[in-house]
Nanobody, 117 residues
Framework: QVQFVESGGDSVPPGGSLRLACAAS??????????IGWYRQAPGKQREFVAA???????HYAGSVKGRFTISRDNGRNTVYLQMNRLKPEDTAGYYC?????????WGQGTQVTVSS
């Protein structure tokens, strides 16, 4: 079973930046063949899509983060990154990664991002 480990979350003021990392376990096989997505869940809300990157490095973003967040991948390190700039209080959430379009029950611990002055 594939496992993902998220890291890089922190507490920052509005306008700040963070870089999240998503490392996949060796069980994933050839990491380069999998499209990967970032998702987030705020307290009391459903998990929502944030960004995804395909096997050809094509990217897709939720409207609320487009122009502020950048997703990238390093297949040699089995890792996907999420660069988050111009952070807003409404970006506060637990951030998770998984296969793109995944809606099953298997999720990692996530990493907490808090944007507050």
């Amino acid at each position: 079973q594939v496992q993902f480990v998220e890291s890089g979350g922190d507490s920052v003021p509005p306008g700040g930046s963070l870089r999240l990392a998503c490392a996949a376990s060796e069980d994933i096989g050839s990491f380069a063949f999998y499209p990967i997505g970032w998702y987030r869940q705020a307290p009391g809300k459903q998990r929502e899509f944030v960004a995804a990157i395909g096997t050809g490095y094509n990217t897709h973003y939720a409207g609320s983060v487009k122009g502020r967040f950048t997703i990238s991948r390093d297949n040699g390190r089995n890792t996907v990154y999420l660069q988050m700039n111009r952070l807003k209080p409404e970006d506060t959430a637990g951030y998770y990664c998984n296969m793109a379009n995944y809606s099953g029950p298997n999720w990692g611990q996530g990493t907490q991002v808090t944007v507050s002055s």
